[in-house]
């Protein structure tokens, strides 16, 4: 699943579609409509990419609307570069926090956000307020 919030999705599709066909052809002749499937790898990865709209602050009505998503169905949830606004840090915790209970999977499910430090002030406030609902934070060395 890749989510944003609606005026982004459009842009989304359009660059899961460019690089299903990208892996479905040599670099040569990805634009052509002629492009093929490589027999060889009859499973394309992009062709189960889903794309929907993740409302962080109406994060359970937005998920309503995506039908397709199962209770503890997803192995693994990115965040990059989503903490950026002191104003929707709340929110944003609220969504992980809720996707954390009820859409990953319990026992090996697990959240990695990659994080592009832009206020310490917010970056400090995000992570304060993840340990407040029971997250903890391994930063890995890069």
Same mark, same amino acid.
């Given at each position: 699943?890749?989510?944003?919030?609606?005026? =982004?999705? /459009?842009?989304?599709?359009?660059?899961?579609?460019?690089?299903?066909?990208?892996?479905? =052809?040599?670099?040569?002749?990805?634009? +052509?409509?002629? =492009?093929?499937?490589?027999?060889?790898?009859?499973?394309? %990865?992009?062709?189960?990419? @889903?794309?929907?709209?993740?409302?962080? $602050?109406?994060?359970? /009505? +937005?998920?309503? /609307?995506?039908?397709?998503?199962?209770?503890?169905?997803? @192995?693994?949830?990115? *965040?990059? @570069?989503?903490?950026?606004?002191? @104003?929707?840090? %709340? +929110?944003?915790?609220?969504?992980?926090?809720?996707?954390? /209970?009820?859409?990953?999977?319990?026992?090996? *499910?697990? $959240?990695?956000?990659?994080?592009?430090?832009?206020?310490?002030?917010?970056?400090?406030?995000?992570?304060?307020? $993840?340990?407040?609902? *029971?997250?903890?934070?391994?930063?890995?060395?890069?």
């Amino acid at each position: 699943y890749v989510t944003d919030l609606n005026y =982004c999705l /459009q842009n989304i599709r359009i660059n899961v579609e460019n690089n299903r066909r990208l892996y479905a =052809c040599n670099a040569s002749q990805w634009q +052509s409509d002629e =492009c093929k499937m490589d027999e060889k790898n009859n499973k394309n %990865p992009f062709d189960s990419v @889903d794309v929907f709209e993740l409302d962080w $602050m109406h994060c359970k /009505q +937005s998920l309503q /609307q995506y039908t397709k998503i199962q209770a503890n169905s997803v @192995d693994v949830i990115v *965040g990059s @570069d989503i903490i950026w606004v002191k @104003d929707l840090v %709340p +929110s944003l915790a609220d969504t992980l926090s809720f996707l954390s /209970q009820h859409i990953l999977k319990k026992e090996t *499910g697990y $959240m990695i956000i990659a994080e592009q430090i832009r206020s310490n002030a917010i970056s400090e406030t995000f992570w304060r307020t $993840m340990k407040l609902r *029971g997250f903890e934070r391994v930063i890995v060395p890069g």
